[in-house]
């Protein structure tokens, strides 16, 4: 399973990096906002960072602005993928960056139909938000079950990137699913790797260790 790291922060991208968890990073405009600096200068540190695939969102409405947008973006990096918002217009937008050979990445997917067109689109990713469905008391890994299981029936190659992770259990529940890659916030990817019982173990060796005779 491939993590991903969902942030515009380079500190936190920089962190993730060192501890050997980042194959990929997606962004959107909340997160590179969150920063504080100009967009395509984000994007690009991003990019000279991580070697995997790097979402930056099209803001545009109509598909001739999102593929404007895509073009202009994927001269960046080589890494870059666009992320594209699941609308009529966005289906058209990847179906044209598709034939340009620009990489996509479906966001704002609620509903594993909307996943199964964008794979059809050509899409090279696909991300269905599990939080703000679950905020909604709709089981938003059940659409990942869904979504996947569809893919897999027809063999597309469309990954899907499980978004809006919220906490570790998450993350668990899409790894049993099969789920290709999880975008983690930093904070959550911490807390993925931590147990009390690790430092409990941890503070009694320690304890213990003081009492071993110097010589
Ligand atoms: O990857 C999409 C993610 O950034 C959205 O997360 O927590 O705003 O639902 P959230």
């Known amino acids: 399973m491939k993590f991903f790291l ?15 968890m980042v194959d990929g990073v997606t962004t959107n405009p909340t997160l590179v906002a969150r920063t504080g600096r100009p ?7 991003i990019c000279k960072i991580v070697a995997g695939p790097v979402s930056a969102e099209a803001v545009s409405e109509d598909a001739e602005g999102m593929i404007a947008e895509a073009r202009e973006l994927a001269a960046i990096a080589p890494n870059v993928v666009i992320k594209i918002p699941m609308t009529i217009e966005g289906l058209k937008a ?17 509903q594993p139909l909307q996943g199964l067109m964008a794979a059809k689109a050509g899409a090279r990713f696909v991300s ?35 978004a809006s992770i919220r ?49």
């Open 167 to 215: 906490h570790p259990i998450h993350i668990n529940q899409a790894a049993l699913i099969g789920a290709d890659i999880a975008t983690i916030p930093l904070k959550v990817l911490k807390a993925l790797a931590r147990h009390p019982l690790t430092d409990a173990g941890i503070e009694r060796f320690l304890e213990d260790y003081q009492k071993i005779p110097k010589s």
């Open 39 to 45: 967009f395509k200068e984000a994007i690009a540190e």
């Open 94 to 110: 990847v179906t044209a960056c598709a034939e340009l050979g620009i990489q996509t990445n479906v966001t704002l997917v609620f």
């Open 128 to 162: 269905p938000f599990v939080g703000r469905l679950d905020d909604i008391s709709i089981d938003g890994m059940e659409m990942v079950a869904d979504l996947k299981t569809m893919l897999r029936n027809y063999g597309f190659e469309t990954e899907v990137i499980v």
């Open 6 to 20: 969902d942030t515009a922060d380079v500190d936190e991208i920089r962190e993730g990096v060192a501890m050997g």
